[in-house]
């Protein structure tokens, strides 16, 4: 990403899990990155609860309480819970609820 303010460097900032916000390497302005004006391209990038992410063709995963496998979630993404105790993926006797 390039500065608005000096076209310097601006680099994410913040714990990788929780990426707080940007910082200009060369000015050290913060949030002032250029945006990319492509609509289509901000509207691909949908915010999903945290424990679930989308593998490559789109569909959404939770993690397997149990195994810590990926496996499909068959509901909306709103309708997940993290500690949920049923986010087991089924696909073992001890990955049954
Ligand atoms: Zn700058
Ligand atoms: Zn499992």
């Known amino acids: 990403m390039i500065c608005a303010c000096c076209g310097g460097h601006v680099t994410w900032r913040g714990p990788l899990s929780n990426l707080t916000h940007t ?3 060369s000015c050290g302005a913060v949030n002032a990155q250029l945006v990319d004006q492509a609509g ?3 509207e691909m990038v949908d915010e999903l609860p945290e ?3 989308r593998d490559e063709s789109g569909a959404i ?4 309480r ?3 496998q990926w496996a499909e979630w068959p509901g909306e993404p709103e309708d ?3 500690d949920a105790p049923e986010n ?3 696909g073992s006797p001890r990955c049954l609820p």
Not at 61 to 64: G, I, L, R, V
């Open 66 to 68: 149990s195994c810590g």
């Open 80 to 82: 997940f819970e993290f």
């Open 88 to 90: 087991l993926c089924g």
């Open 51 to 53: 424990g679930l992410r």
């Open 23 to 25: 910082e200009c390497a």
């Open 61 to 64: 995963e939770f993690q397997c």
């Open 40 to 42: 289509d391209a901000t």
